[in-house]
């Protein structure tokens, strides 16, 4: 398969002023017939006309009215044309019914639906399927479906058809079309400046019940985005629609949203308070594309961080905003940690913009979003807080329209508040995460700091430069008073010292507060100081982080030396949990463990071989043994943070739901679970549900449980997704890919809806200890499957391809095994582009 590289960038010979499409549709054979407005690029002088197209079957093209035969491959078609405006007409014939990929137009549960991010366009028409490429659409859709819908404002409609306008110009993988026998959960919301715009969500009939939150989510946003970044929208009108089958979260068609239906619908009886916060973020999240991403675009797929970065970034500021700032905060920091720290770490490392690819959907990572997005948040420390909102005024000022680049962002930064950002720019390029070594000493009232940093080689760049990085620093008197608030100190040389005179005693300091940078702080801290932390630090991140810091440290040496449960952990845990000035949110993220893949990572930095086993047991015992430590504690807590009100998904009733649930999970290890089985049987909404049946199941009393949420549940596919998960992530490690080979064969599976296949098959390789189970069978089963799915699915197959990514921190005898798997998916015959391209950077 060919390479793609960032410096081989040309634009294209031609500009597009408009493009009509008509779709007579049927579900085995659609016809598409388009009518697109060409004219030379004057910008470019060796034109080459060439349209993508792929599983298209052509039945005629026209120049300026006259039939033409254009040459024809298998990624497009290339033809003679005028040197001067001229109009190319085809028609296509497309089979939806038969497109499993779910890119492009395809039909999930009898419903038309496209994806065309990022390059599914190609496979509705032939077309110049580039994100520079703008235009103004017209569509025109003929069917007897009684909704049918396409980008922008509708124009008219009658038996059989509807025709729709998007005013704005846009690259083709903004375009979308849905059409279905759908109901709608309809709304309105007026502009700042008075415009009245239509809303709807529209759903499959039955799941009408299920939009009311998803609709407050979107006003919530629309207002948010007025008052803190300027912005309004600017359409008419304004649709969601919820997809079964959906390969990701949502996607941000200009003025037509499609959203996987797990990123929108939502019940207090079927969906967790975490379901709630991620539909608002995700429903966030697509709306503020409007600016981000669809009003300036991404000049090629190189730039995607462009709009990713800058929209998660908006999207966490919004959470923050809505919710709990410190909380949203702290999620983040652990999900990065888990998912992006784990990518920079192995054989998929990349840069935040990467210079080449094989297939584009294989880069949308953790790296280019989340990454992406911490970028943003180093940029708005080092400028502060009034010159990053200048510097975005002049982006949307200077870029409205346009398809950009990174360059445009940092010289908008550069022209806004006169800071030179050539450093900066190496977080983009350099891929990695900086590890930051921290010294301290303390003569004459002057402490100093003394910091290092150095980034290990990834594949490709050997050599790292020193970034410039961000810290956030206070320090703390020994009787707990802040000595020094907190202050950025910029670093940006490989070494560098930074001192505070002035100070009566040593500090005890507090650093990289707000996980300032995505750097892995590596300082040696005794135990005391980690407690004081704990119980002084005015960051919220720093005293979660002192708390996870002792668990963590205590959890490598029960692994690696036999230790026993760390009392000083289990003191500092009991303190944050009865600390009723604490938030309940805050305190139920404080009674988290680091995950088993944290524990590995952080065992293999340290030059051990981690041990799955091992690091499954030492959790184990931790626990026990905090509830034997917590046995008052925890059932007076259960008891102050039950709520009694009527369910509400917002932040306070969800933290205290936490808390409660997180002291559930301590009296079952205690009671054998007759206090989860009461909360089951009397829970009114799916977070309490859940919970109970989750420590039923640690407690191997969750049978008759698993029973009865099968009965009651058999008829709601997102319900469903979660029955399957919740029994592969309990089970025991020697049981896990049997319980995954008992429920694959279940009548209720199916690997069509990535929901599903994903539930299942991703819980495995989300168990750690059970995935890599040294028999070897995790790994077996995890890619019989992928290569089944492949033919069918190559977007979804290639993404869970990363289960594997981690192999290299592993014994020589796992290695071996999974060595193997990789050889075998590898020579499955007509392997797909996006899964050949993981598996061979995997593989290394
Ligand atoms: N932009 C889409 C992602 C498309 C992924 C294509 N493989 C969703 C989002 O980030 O909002
Ligand atoms: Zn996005």
């Keep these: 398969p060919q390479t793609i590289y960032l410096k081989d960038y040309t634009p294209f010979g031609y ?134 819908l396409s980008n922008g404002n509708p124009v008219a409609d009658g038996d059989g058809f509807a025709e729709w306008q998007d005013p704005w110009p846009k690259p083709a993988y903004l375009f979308a079309l849905v059409a279905g026998d759908l ?40 207002k948010w985005d007025e008052d803190v970044y300027g912005r309004e929208y600017d359409l008419d009108i304004f649709n969601i629609v919820a997809v079964d089958d959906f390969n990701m979260g949502a996607m941000e068609n200009k003025g037509l949203n499609i959203f996987n239906s797990s990123a929108v619908l939502a019940s207090a009886e079927t969906s967790t308070d975490a379901n709630f916060e991620r539909i608002e973020a995700i429903i966030a999240h697509e709306y503020f594309h409007n600016w981000t991403g669809n009003r300036i675009t991404c000049r090629d797929w190189f730039q ?57 959907n294989n880069f949308y990572t953790a790296t280019v979003y989340e990454k992406g997005a911490e970028l943003i948040g180093m940029l708005k420390t080092l400028v502060g807080d009034e010159a990053y909102y200048k510097a975005l005024d002049l982006y949307f000022e200077r870029h409205d329209g346009d398809a950009a680049t990174i360059e445009d962002w940092l010289n908008v930064f550069q022209d806004a508040t006169g800071r030179d950002l050539t450093q900066f720019k190496c977080w983009y390029e350099e891929a990695g995460t900086p590890r930051l070594t921290v010294s301290d000493d303390f003569k004459d009232g002057t402490y100093t700091l003394n910091f290092e940093q150095k980034t290990p080689p990834t594949p490709g760049q050997d050599v790292k430069n020193p970034r410039v990085i961000p810290i956030t620093v206070g320090l703390l008197g020994p009787n707990g008073d802040e000595v020094r608030e ?25 650093i990289l507060r707000g996980f300032s940078a995505p750097v892995i702080l590596e300082r040696k801290t005794a135990n005391t100081e980690r407690a004081f932390l704990l119980a002084h630090d005015t960051d919220p991140f720093n005293k979660w982080e002192a708390g996870n810091a002792l668990a963590r440290d205590g959890l490598i040496a029960m692994v690696r030396d036999g230790a026993a449960p760390d009392g000083a952990y289990l003191d500092a845990v009991q303190t944050m949990a009865r600390d009723d000035d604490l938030d309940p949110a805050f305190r139920a993220l404080a009674l988290g463990l680091p995950s088993q893949d944290d524990l590995a990572q952080a065992l293999f930095d340290l030059g051990h071989t981690p041990d799955p086993q091992a690091i499954w047991d ?40 936490a808390l409660a649930n997180a002291a559930l999970g301590l009296i079952t290890r205690l009671d054998g679970g ?164 993981m598996v061979s950077r995997i593989r290394g």
Excluded at 16 to 26: E, G, I, K, M, P
Excluded at 323 to 329: C, D, F, I, L, N
Excluded at 633 to 643: E, I
Excluded at 774 to 796: C, F, H, M, S
């Design 15 to 148: 500009l597009v002023d408009n493009v009509h499409l008509t779709f007579a549709l049927s579900p085995g054979a659609t016809r598409v017939t388009s009518r697109i407005a060409f004219r030379p690029n004057p910008k470019v002088t060796d034109r080459v006309f060439f349209l993508h197209g792929e599983d298209l079957k052509l039945h005629w093209a026209k120049i300026d009215g006259a039939d033409v035969s254009p040459q024809l491959t298998d990624r497009g078609l290339t033809c003679t044309v005028p040197d001067a405006p001229f109009i190319f007409e085809a028609e296509v014939e497309i089979d939806p019914a038969a497109n499993t990929a779910l890119e492009g137009l395809y039909m999930s549960n009898g419903m038309y639906c496209t994806q065309c991010e990022a390059e599914g366009f190609r496979k509705i028409t032939y077309y110049p399927d580039r994100p520079d490429v703008m235009s103004v659409f017209t569509v025109r859709i003929e069917g007897d479906e009684n909704v049918m």
């Design 183 to 222: 109901v709608n959960h309809p709304d309105r919301f007026t502009t700042r400046s008075g415009r009245e715009v239509e809303l709807n969500i529209w759903v499959r009939p039955g799941d009408e019940g299920k939009c009311a939150f998803g609709m407050e989510a979107l006003k919530k946003s629309m």
């Design 304 to 360: 995607l961080c462009l709009k990713e970065g800058l929209t998660v970034y908006r999207d966490s500021q919004f959470t923050s905003d809505m919710r709990s700032a410190p909380v949203k905060r702290i999620s983040d920091v652990i999900a990065l940690r888990a998912r992006q720290f784990r990518e920079d770490n192995g054989p998929l490392a990349h840069p935040v913009r990467p210079d080449s690819f094989v297939e584009i």
């Design 486 to 510: 907190s202050t950025v100190l910029e670093m940006t040389e490989g070494k560098q010292s930074f001192s505070f005179d002035g100070l009566s005693t040593r500090p005890i300091p507090s």
């Design 618 to 657: 030492a959790l184990e015992t931790l626990r026990q043994a905090r509830a034997q430590a917590m046995q008052d504690l925890a059932p007076r807590l259960y008891a102050q943070f039950q709520v009694n009100e009527a369910y509400s998904p917002d932040a306070r009733q969800a933290g205290a739901r």
């Design 674 to 837: 007759s206090q989860a089985q009461k909360q089951y049987d009397t829970a009114d909404n799916m977070t309490q549900q859940l919970a109970a049946w989750s420590c039923l199941l640690q407690a191997k009393t969750g049978d008759a449980a698993t029973q009865a949420f099968y009965r009651q549940w058999q008829h709601d596919r997102l319900v469903i997704d979660k029955w399957f998960m919740l029994q592969i992530l309990h089970a025991e490690p020697e049981e896990a890919a049997n319980t995954v080979k008992k429920l694959t064969k279940h009548t209720d599976f199916t690997m069509k809806n990535p929901n599903r296949f994903r539930a299942t098959l991703g819980a495995l390789s989300g168990s750690a200890a059970g995935f890599h189970h040294a028999r070897g069978e995790g790994y077996k089963v995890l890619a019989d499957w992928l290569i089944k799915l492949d033919p069918l699915n190559p977007q979804t197959t290639a993404r869970m391809c990363s289960a594997f990514e981690t192999w290299k921190r592993y014994d020589s005898g796992r290695q071996a095994l999974i060595k193997a798997q990789l050889d075998r998916i590898l020579a499955t015959p007509n392997l797909s582009r996006d899964t050949t391209e």
